[in-house]
């Protein structure tokens, strides 16, 4: 069983900055390195379907939409996927989802992925 826990949603301006993590844990996780898996991380407008945002595993991927404002990254010591969201724009205001597969090779679709968290919510205002 892997638990996934998003923290570091909230309310911010545009032109602001916000951290999201994303703590993993569970029998998975403990029995491989956690460097091991590839995560991700997506997000959910309201009336839109799930999209990419950032990826990591064999390297990193970016969607186009938030290339060279946003930078995921992982801590092995504390199983903590982070990503470092700057210069937000209204149009990033969505719930935001930590995901894992059990698989090396980055992924930017959601259907390869075998794990997800309960999401954290970002609100960019204007």
């Known amino acids: 069983h892997v638990q996934l826990v998003e923290s570091g949603g909230g309310s911010v301006q545009a032109g602001d900055s916000l951290r999201l993590s994303c703590a993993a844990s569970?029998?998975?996780?403990?029995?491989?390195?956690?460097?091991?898996?590839?995560m991700g991380w997506f997000r959910q407008a309201t009336g839109k379907e799930r999209e990419f945002v950032a990826g990591?595993?064999?390297?990193?991927e970016y969607a186009d939409s938030v290339k060279g404002r946003c930078t995921i990254s992982r801590d092995k010591s504390t199983s903590t996927l982070v990503l470092q969201m700057n210069s937000l724009n209204p149009g990033g205001t969505a719930i935001y989802y930590c995901?894992?597969?059990?698989?090396?090779?980055?992924?930017?679709?959601?259907?390869?992925?075998?794990?997800w968290g309960q999401g954290t919510e970002v609100t960019v205002s204007s």
């Open positions: 990591i595993g064999n390297g990193t």
């Open positions: 569970g029998r998975t996780f403990s029995g491989r390195a956690f460097n091991s898996y590839a």
């Open positions: 995901a894992a597969r059990q698989w090396y090779w980055t992924s930017i679709f959601l259907q390869e992925y075998d794990y």
